[in-house]
């Protein structure tokens, strides 16, 4: 016999359609009810109660993305930014507002308005040049020289050679090893060799501890692989959104990637590790960084990347 809960758990499924119908029903209640008691509409509300940040960012987001106008709804991402804020203030009679009594306060509210949908629209951007990326095959000749050059200094440049499994690649070539994130995972690993070398050879050499043994590279496409589900799902909005103001690009992301090996690399030797269960491991320093990100104040401490690792 199924209690009510248990029963509710075990079918839930079937459910969806009925809470994807009455949620937004709801939301549009009481968004109508708030601004009726108040007001104020819902943007003004979020502007004057957030400073710049994700608190703020995420929730004009949220709101927007279950707007029952169309034109809100979809030209979040598509229209020109000053035709969108325009709409937005005429639709939300922003003008005619207590906020706008005064222009510098209306004038403020169009600059913080303006800042949050360039947060969203640039996060979305990010998306899709990162899985351009990722579904793009990396340059093999580019790619591997500079690795190489900056990775095996005492040895004239191979594609083909025992040395790679030296700095943690399966076998003599790294081709196959970064196939399955294509030029995403050999530009991260490209850019964090190269720009942060002196970095990147105390990891490495912190990775060829016997006690504390892992394949350098392998980690690294593995952590590209990690850094794309944060970035997917949403999670690094937190970051970005309370550390920009501006477009994140790509070498935000890149340095992003540059403190999840730091900080794998601490995790990996605050104890003696077996490395067949590497991806237990994984799976745990991914849910410590999830952790990390879920506070709404959140923003990754990439002053870290300055320093060294502890040997």
Known sequence: MYLPFETFSRYWFMYLP????????????????????????????IIMKNNFGFVRTIRIER???????VMVRDGLYTLPLPKYVALVF????????????????????????????IQIRGYRSLIVKADALK?????????????????IVDEPFSLKSRRWSDIGFQGSSPVTDFR?????GAENFRYFVKYYNKLA?????????????????????????????????GTL????YNSLKGTPKLVHLHLVYIYLFVKFNEFWNQ?????????????KFEEAIRKQMGDENSMLPLHVLKCGVTQ
């Open 63 to 69: 709101s927007f993305r279950l707007s029952d106008n």
């Open 90 to 117: 005429r639709i939300e009679n922003v003008a005619n507002s207590m906020y706008c009594f005064f222009l510098t306060e209306c004038f403020r509210l169009s600059v913080d308005f303006k800042q949050s949908i």
């Open 135 to 151: 579904n793009l095959p990396f340059n093999t000749n580019e790619e591997t020289h500079v690795i190489w050059n900056s990775m």
């Open 18 to 45: 009925f809470f994807s119908t009455v949620v937004p029903i709801i939301y549009k209640f009481y968004k109508w009810f708030v601004v009726l008691l108040y007001g104020h509409s819902e943007l003004e509300r």
């Open 237 to 240: 909005k937190t970051h970005f």
């Open 180 to 184: 399955g994130m294509g030029a995403l």
């Open 271 to 283: 104890q003696p590790r077996d490395v067949m269960q590497f991806n237990v491991y994984l799976d």
């Open 201 to 233: 050879l105390s990891i490495l050499s912190s990775s060829l501890r016997p006690q504390h043994w892992y394949p350098f590279a392998i980690v690294g496409i593995n952590l590209t692989s990690l850094l794309w589900r944060l970035l997917q799902d």
